[in-house]
């Protein structure tokens, strides 16, 4: 962790969240404020709040079945909140779809990868492109110069986006023959083809190694370093959650029981208790 991040004096927020007192002024990337759902009679997720600043790499924790991904899917507006509202760059998200909150900046991965697995790797990076291609239909269907002149620019940013990650000698493999490892790689670059300023990732480490969780650990900080943007992730591994996060909100049964650094959350009582059954040192584990 940066340690000007670390040693930033953190101010609160109207969100019930904190920032640090040199952004206290500047509007957050997202603003979740007193957020929830209800499906029939369950409260799945109840007044969550929290704020989230540009390039800030921050984690929403706690055991299975805690409201984590509900949460992400509200902010995606898979879900429509039943209470409480999203900003997004002060603007609130209410009426928006999940392809106008895409546009809008928004950008996911999912616990279960999601590639087209029977198309090129280049491929599944253009449809993360789709956004940002503008010839029409009858141009695609005669292949005029409009098309060409896109279909090449698809072409450079998918194999610019590829070379980040220093996987572009992969670009003609069909998707679903790549490694576990590259095709996490694949989901993230794929998001990240639409522009996005905040980036979700729900469980990147979900089913890697040690090495593959180290190398993920730096991709994403490469990620906020040269896109600029902010990422939330979603993660049961501790190493990558407390080696790479600035800040953490813990859920259980829906609430939020605390948030803070890694220091604050690692020494919390009721997140040792409640996060998994786990133990102090299970929470203090090293990336």
């Not at 002024?25 to 007044?47: Q, S, Y």
């Not at 616990?111 to 198309?119: A, K, T, Y």
């Not at 998707?175 to 989901?187: I, K, N, V, W």
């Not at 083809?193 to 729900?202: H, I, N, R, V």
Request: proline share 4%; net charge positive.
């Amino acid at each position: 962790m940066n340690a000007s991040h670390a040693r930033a004096k953190l101010m609160p927020h109207p969100a019930e969240s904190f920032l640090s007192q040199q952004d206290i002024d500047i509007i957050p990337i997202l603003e979740a404020r007193n957020l929830g759902i209800k499906f029939g009679g369950l409260v799945a997720v109840d007044n969550f709040n929290t704020a989230i600043k540009n390039m800030e790499i921050s984690a929403l924790i706690g055991p299975n079945g805690a409201g984590k991904t509900t949460v992400f899917n509200l902010i995606t507006k898979v879900y429509q909140p039943t209470s409480g509202s999203i900003l997004l760059h002060g603007q609130d998200t209410r009426n928006m779809t999940t392809v106008q909150t895409s546009k809008a900046g928004i950008a996911r991965t999912f616990q279960n990868i999601r590639l087209f697995s029977n198309l090129s790797v280049e491929d599944n990076i253009k449809i993360g492109l789709h956004n940002r291609i503008n010839y029409g239909m009858v141009s695609s269907v005669f292949r005029l110069p409009a098309y060409w002149k896109e279909e090449k620019q698809a072409h450079e940013r998918a194999m610019e986006l590829l070379s980040i990650f220093n996987i572009e000698h992969l670009a003609g493999y069909r998707a679903g023959s790549l490694p576990y490892g590259a095709q996490r790689r694949l989901e993230i670059i794929r998001a990240l083809a639409t522009k996005p300023s905040l980036l979700l990732l729900d469980e990147p480490a979900a089913g890697m190694n040690p090495s593959e969780t180290g190398e993920l650990m730096e991709n994403i900080v490469k990620i906020r370093d040269h896109f600029k943007i902010a990422v939330l992730i979603i993660e049961h591994d501790m190493s990558l959650v407390m080696g790479i996060c600035e800040k953490i909100c813990v859920l259980n049964f829906g609430k939020i029981i605390a948030k803070g650094n890694p220091a604050q959350i690692q020494n919390n009582p009721q997140v040792i208790e409640a996060y998994l059954g786990r133990s102090k040192e299970g929470l203090h584990a090293k990336g």
